[in-house]
């Protein structure tokens, strides 16, 4: 049987305090091959690293999220710098920029850029979350990837025309159950269909965004089948390539030159 490995989870929300080790365990026995914790804050970043010191498929991803750059202790870098010590943390995320209501633009830019550089000294791999900020993080990008960082668009919610800025860069673009609600259809599946293979990443980001049939419930990693599916209907390929395709492409991106850990089970 084929298994899905999700790039992008939030397991330590409080969504998942009344069963949260039940619920990964029941993953991981089932459909799910593994997933990457991600951070958005100092706390939630070391809560995504003991969480996948916990468990051997899951790995973690640590950083501010733009929407909470504000108020931070100011030995934030070391602070991020000394969780990405454990051998389970394989990148630098979720990191960016978000012009969405209220927001302080100078500040999100010098945090993005400051731990842009951490991941250039650690030699790590960045998820990005933009929002309305396309064209800031584009300039962002291509003086990083100049610069050797690979890079991840998470949740992608742009049009095809960045896609293809995007792959020139060989950025790596990942999809959420958004691309299969009804609403933006149009637009993700023109910008899914312009995406390269060998650049595409599934991913949940659970609890929220859980794809039709579950709308509106809390999401978990097995749903990004469905996200699988609607993928595979836009590449005219079948589910399972697709599953193997964006597993294979998240252990290039996110274990090669991870050399102080073991590789997620090879499914
Ligand atoms: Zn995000
Ligand atoms: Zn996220």
């Given at each position: 049987m084929i298994k899905l490995f999700d790039t992008h989870t939030h397991y330590d929300d409080s969504a998942y305090e009344d069963d949260r080790d039940?619920?990964?365990?029941?993953?991981?026995?089932?459909?799910?091959?593994?997933?990457?914790?991600?951070?958005?804050?100092?706390?939630?970043?070391?809560?995504?690293?003991?969480?996948?010191?916990?468990?051997?498929?899951?790995?973690?991803?640590?950083g501010i999220h733009p929407q909470d750059v504000y108020n931070l202790p100011p030995n934030y870098l070391q602070i991020l710098e000394k969780f990405a010590e454990s051998e389970k943390v394989v990148a630098l995320g979720e990191i960016g920029l978000e012009y969405f209501r209220k927001y302080d633009k100078t500040q999100q830019n010098k945090i993005f850029r400051e731990q842009l550089e951490l991941a250039q000294s650690l030699n790590l791999p960045v998820i990005i979350h933009s929002r309305e900020a396309f064209s800031d993080t584009l300039e962002f990008l291509r003086e990083?990837?100049?610069?050797?960082?690979k890079f991840v668009c998470h949740c992608f919610s742009e049009d095809s025309e960045a896609v293809l800025s995007l792959a020139e860069l060989?950025?790596?673009?990942?999809?959420?159950?958004?691309?299969?609600?009804?609403?933006?259809?149009?637009?993700?599946?023109?910008?899914?269909?312009?995406?390269?293979?060998?650049?595409?990443?599934?991913?949940?980001?659970?609890?929220?965004?859980?794809?039709?049939?579950?709308?509106?419930?809390?999401?978990?990693?097995?749903?990004?089948?469905?996200?699988?599916?609607?993928?595979?209907?836009?590449?005219?390929?079948?589910?399972?390539?697709?599953?193997?395709?964006?597993?294979?492409?998240?252990?290039?991106?996110?274990?090669?030159?991870?050399?102080?850990?073991?590789?997620?089970?090879?499914?």
């Amino acid at each position: 049987m084929i298994k899905l490995f999700d790039t992008h989870t939030h397991y330590d929300d409080s969504a998942y305090e009344d069963d949260r080790d039940e619920l990964i365990t029941r993953l991981l026995n089932g459909n799910v091959a593994g997933f990457i914790a991600v951070g958005c804050t100092l706390e939630r970043s070391e809560k995504a690293v003991r969480l996948a010191e916990k468990y051997p498929p899951a790995y973690a991803a640590v950083g501010i999220h733009p929407q909470d750059v504000y108020n931070l202790p100011p030995n934030y870098l070391q602070i991020l710098e000394k969780f990405a010590e454990s051998e389970k943390v394989v990148a630098l995320g979720e990191i960016g920029l978000e012009y969405f209501r209220k927001y302080d633009k100078t500040q999100q830019n010098k945090i993005f850029r400051e731990q842009l550089e951490l991941a250039q000294s650690l030699n790590l791999p960045v998820i990005i979350h933009s929002r309305e900020a396309f064209s800031d993080t584009l300039e962002f990008l291509r003086e990083y990837t100049l610069k050797g960082l690979k890079f991840v668009c998470h949740c992608f919610s742009e049009d095809s025309e960045a896609v293809l800025s995007l792959a020139e860069l060989g950025v790596y673009v990942s999809f959420t159950g958004a691309i299969a609600f009804e609403k933006n259809t149009e637009k993700a599946v023109n910008a899914c269909k312009n995406v390269p293979l060998e650049l595409l990443l599934l991913e949940t980001d659970c609890p929220y965004l859980a794809p039709p049939p579950f709308r509106g419930k809390r999401c978990d990693s097995s749903m990004a089948w469905y996200t699988a599916q609607k993928i595979a209907q836009i590449k005219k390929r079948t589910t399972d390539e697709i599953v193997e395709i964006c597993n294979d492409n998240a252990m290039r991106f996110f274990m090669k030159g991870h050399n102080h850990g073991t590789r997620p089970a090879e499914t």
